[in-house]
T-cell receptor
Framework: GQQVMQIPQYQHVQEGEDFTTYCNSSTTLSNIQWYKQRPGGHPVFLIQLVKSGEVKKQKRLTFQFGEAKKNSSLHITATQTTDVGTYFCAGGGSEKLVFGKGTKLTVNP | DTAVSQTPKYLVTQMGNDKSIKCEQNLGHDTMYWYKQDSKKFLKIMFSYNNKELIINETVPNRFSPKSPDKAHLNLHINSLELGDSAVYFC????????????FGSGTRLTVV
């Protein structure tokens, strides 16, 4: 079945440093979505990418979808303490989203 | 107004008991889901309903039975609870199969003792 691998599992940064999490699928995806889950909270939808090679930005966050639609990345520039949480990618197939295992980001002030 | 609401937020129960979790969405979405998040934060889909019709039924013990009385509600009933059922259960909804972002409820933390 479809699998979505996400790395790294954990990332600890100093405030102001950049952060990147990567997502790879075993199959071509129809779309990729990104979610953020704050500690003790629920996943919150951030963005969806649909087109091959697509790049979208939300303030300090940059999302990319690979040319082959099998990989994606989320990059945060100059992290802040408000960025802490677990970031999940989720790959869209024909019927369901398959979530990666997430990258837990901690930020040292 | 809460978009996707789940009750209860916390549930502590003994092994062997039967319990239900309720979910309601007021977004007008036609697809609803149940996800299980284990202690390692892995989000695994359990069930999906589209307009009250079951469309995804992952490999879940048949002690778990979803029910969707209408497209705004999706409940989860669990029989004969086991220790391994302890997890956070999230309800979610979306406009359709998976081309749109999901809106998650705040979760139900189930602890089986």
């Amino acid at each position: 079945g479809q699998q979505v691998m996400q790395i790294p599992q954990y990332q600890h940064v100093q405030e102001g440093e950049d952060f990147t999490t990567y997502c790879n699928s075993s199959t071509t995806l129809s779309n990729i979505q990104w979610y953020k889950q704050r500690p003790g909270g629920h996943p919150v939808f951030l963005i969806q990418l649909v087109k091959s090679g697509e790049v979208k930005k939300q303030k300090r966050l940059t999302f990319q979808f690979g040319e082959a639609k099998k990989n994606s990345s989320l990059h945060i520039t100059a992290t802040q303490t408000t960025d802490v949480g677990t970031y999940f990618c989720a790959g869209g197939g024909s019927e369901k989203l398959v979530f990666g295992k997430g990258t837990k980001l901690t930020v040292n002030p | 107004d809460t978009a996707v609401s789940q009750t209860p937020k916390y549930l502590v129960t003994q092994m062997g008991n039967d319990k239900s979790i309720k979910c309601e969405q007021n977004l007008g979405h036609d697809t609803m889901y149940w996800y299980k998040q284990d202690s390692k934060k892995f989000l695994k889909i359990m069930f999906s309903y589209n307009n009250k019709e079951l469309i995804i039924n992952e490999t879940v013990p048949n002690r778990f039975s979803p029910k969707s009385p209408d497209k705004a509600h999706l409940n989860l009933h669990i029989n004969s609870l086991e220790l391994g059922d302890s997890a956070v259960y999230f309800c979610a909804s979306s406009r359709g199969i998976p081309l749109y972002g999901y809106t998650f409820g705040s979760g139900t933390r189930l602890t089986v003792v």
